[in-house]
């Protein structure tokens, strides 16, 4: 195809939609609600899954050792302990510093419970903190690390705790959370197709006299689709620029209006410069690809051209 014939086919897509204002507007109207809606539930799902996360990040193994553990099998227990695959890190958490977490987490009230206990007589063991790659394996190695203990003839672990059965829970609260974040974003992104499609169907069901006439003229198919094809990619890309905008700056919004209250939750909404992006390029590539999409199936199946 020639670059004049390209141009001219850019002009008429142009002018189709500056001649048909109403429609066009209709059109665009339509895109902007359907990609709207479906631009919040992105963000939510997005933010769901990003807190989800974070809550798993949380999830530590805790290890407690007997008293009478000696400081050489405090670091061979250590090094067994991190040597396990899903292991990313064990901290030596020593008895002094045991006992000045235990005063710290009783608070000044709670102070009367440990009065008289120093670090000589320290009645608390060595523990570790394991944290683990993810989060969700949390059990397995739990079970690995008792069975370090059991093949000790010392048994020098005394527990293991990882909050076993609260952990599982909620596991499959934040998976059941990010299945159903997943489906209903899924759901509206094809009926915003739907929608789209056929908006811009009846637009150009509107204008099937003007189809004939170019027809009983001579023009080819090819002749008569192109504009409606540029036509609906500008509809569908200036619709999905215009829904960008605005749901990125109702996100802005809502983040600095939440930020304060989710910090102290210890929890955070994603960046607006990781969820900018990504949502733009969602919004305005879906916006396009629905608009050519649209227009090219209706001139081709619905008038029959």
């Known amino acids: 195809m020639k670059f004049s014939t390209i141009l001219r ?27 709207f809606i ?8 997005m933010n769901v899954n990003h807190m989800a996360s974070q809550i798993e990040s949380k999830v530590q193994i805790k290890v407690y050792l007997q008293t009478n553990v000696e400081d050489a099998k405090v670091t061979e227990l250590q ?5 396990i695959q899903e292991v990313s890190k064990v901290t030596v958490v020593s008895k002094e510093e045991g006992l000045a977490l235990l005063k710290e987490a009783m608070g000044e009230e709670n102070g009367d419970w440990l009065e008289g206990y120093n670090n000589d007589n320290n009645p608390l063991p060595v523990s570790y903190v394991v944290e683990v790659f993810d989060p969700q394996t949390v059990e397995t190695v739990a079970a690995q690390i008792n069975a370090i203990n ?7 672990i005394s527990k293991v705790k990882y909050g076993e059965g609260y952990v599982q829970q909620l596991f499959k609260v934040t998976n059941a959370v990010r299945n159903i974040g997943f489906v209903i974003v899924i759901g509206l992104g094809v009926t915003a197709m739907f929608l789209i499609s056929n908006t811009i169907k009846m637009t150009i069901i ?15 198919n ?16 200036i619709s999905s620029v215009v829904t960008t905008a605005l749901v990125l700056l109702s996100y802005k919004q809502v983040i600095e209006l939440t930020q304060l209250d989710l910090s102290l939750m210890m929890i955070a909404m994603v960046p ?22 649209g227009s090219t199936i209706s001139v081709r199946k619905y008038l029959k051209v």
């Open 9 to 35: 086919h850019m002009r008429e897509g142009v002018k189709n939609i500056i001649r048909n204002g109403w429609m066009s507007f209709a059109s665009m109207s339509s895109i902007f609600i359907s990609l």
């Open 38 to 45: 479906l631009g919040i539930f992105v963000l939510l799902a």
């Open 79 to 83: 090094n067994k302990i991190g040597n």
């Open 150 to 156: 059991q093949g000790d003839e010392t048994l020098p």
């Open 206 to 220: 509107n204008r099937r006299r003007e189809i004939g006439i170019m027809k009983l003229v001579g023009a080819t």
């Open 222 to 237: 090819a002749f008569i689709r192109w504009p409606f094809f540029i036509e609906g990619a500008l509809i569908g890309f």
């Open 272 to 293: 607006m410069e990781e969820a900018g992006w990504m949502t733009a390029v969602l919004i305005v590539t879906v916006g396009t690809l629905i608009g050519i999409w």
